[in-house]
C-alpha cells in the first residue's frame, strides 16, 4: 500500500508542481497589469498637478522598481506583498499629490 502511494506520488508531484507555476505565472501577470494601471493613473495625475522633476522621479521609479520585483518573485505570497507595497505607496503619492 505505501509503495502504491509513494510511486502514485512520484507521478502526480510533476503535475501539481506544474499547476503551481501556472497559478504563479496567473497571479503575477494580473499583479504586473494592475500596477502598470496605477503608473498610468499616476502619470496623468503627475501631468495634471504639474508636479517637479523630483516627485514624478520618485514615485514612478519606485513603482517601476516593485514591478520589476514582481516579475522576478517565485511565489504567490511574495507577489501578494509586493502588490500591496506598491498600493500603499501608490496611495501615498497620490494624496500627496491632492
Request: proline share 1%; with cysteine; glycine share 2%.
Amino acid at each position: 500500500m505505501i509503495e502504491r502511494a509513494v510511486k502514485l506520488q512520484k507521478k502526480l508531484t510533476p503535475f501539481f508542481n506544474q499547476m503551481e507555476k501556472e497559478k504563479i505565472q496567473t497571479y503575477r501577470a494580473s499583479a504586473l497589469e494592475e500596477i502598470k494601471k496605477m503608473i498610468g493613473k499616476l502619470k496623468e495625475t503627475l501631468d495634471y498637478c504639474n508636479a517637479n522633476a523630483d516627485m514624478r522621479n520618485k514615485s514612478l521609479y519606485s513603482l517601476r522598481e516593485l514591478s520589476k520585483r514582481i516579475a522576478a518573485a517565485i511565489n504567490i505570497k511574495t507577489i501578494s506583498d509586493l502588490i500591496e507595497e506598491a498600493e500603499i505607496k501608490y496611495d501615498s503619492y497620490m494624496e500627496e499629490l491632492e
